[in-house]
């Protein structure tokens, strides 16, 4: 088994059956996984903030740390993958966009993350089966590509699955 792990805006896919997809510690981020049935695709991107407008440069040169372009940017990759590059009949799930280090909601990065990402999911008519967002702790979301199988790990939490 090998793992593709993916750092704070990045994305990546894998359709080998052999292969974990991996991101860690997301707090206020969210991580994005899609999973194409047919060609047994999974690919997952690790977004750090809502929309690319605050900062076009980075977004050229890492569009996963951005809602609006990281999810676009995956899709296009699994499209080169064999899938439908506009995720027809994939699977959604979202885990991550938690309140950290912001106890009075005075940024609320984590849910402007969840709300960006579900708005561009919707412009593709895509939408979550399965989330695990919010709350005030961090998660480390791992995909095992021969299953789809989703599962999530937090310090003092343990393991579960999504």
Not at 112 to 125: D, E, G, I
Not at 148 to 162: Q, Y
Request: proline fraction near 6%; aromatic fraction near 6%.
């Amino acid at each position: 088994m090998s793992n593709l792990i993916l750092g704070v805006g990045e994305f990546g896919a894998s359709n080998n059956p052999a292969d974990v997809v991996k991101t860690f510690a997301l707090g206020s981020c969210v991580a994005v996984i899609l999973m194409c049935p047919k060609t047994r695709t999974v690919g997952m991107v690790h977004v750090a903030l809502p929309e690319a407008k605050i900062n076009p440069e980075k977004a050229r040169t890492r569009p996963g740390y951005f809602a609006d372009t990281g999810i676009p940017a995956l899709l296009e990759q699994m499209g080169r993958m064999g899938c439908d590059p506009r995720g027809r009949g994939f699977i959604v799930k979202l885990a991550g966009g938690a309140r950290i280090m912001d106890p009075n909601n005075t940024f609320n990065i984590g849910k402007r993350n969840a709300l960006a990402v579900k708005k561009v999911l919707w412009k593709y008519a895509l939408g979550a089966v399965a989330e695990d967002l919010g709350e005030t702790y961090s998660r480390t979301v791992a995909v095992v590509v021969s299953s789809g199988e989703v599962i999530l790990s937090s310090p003092g939490r343990g393991d579960w699955k999504i």
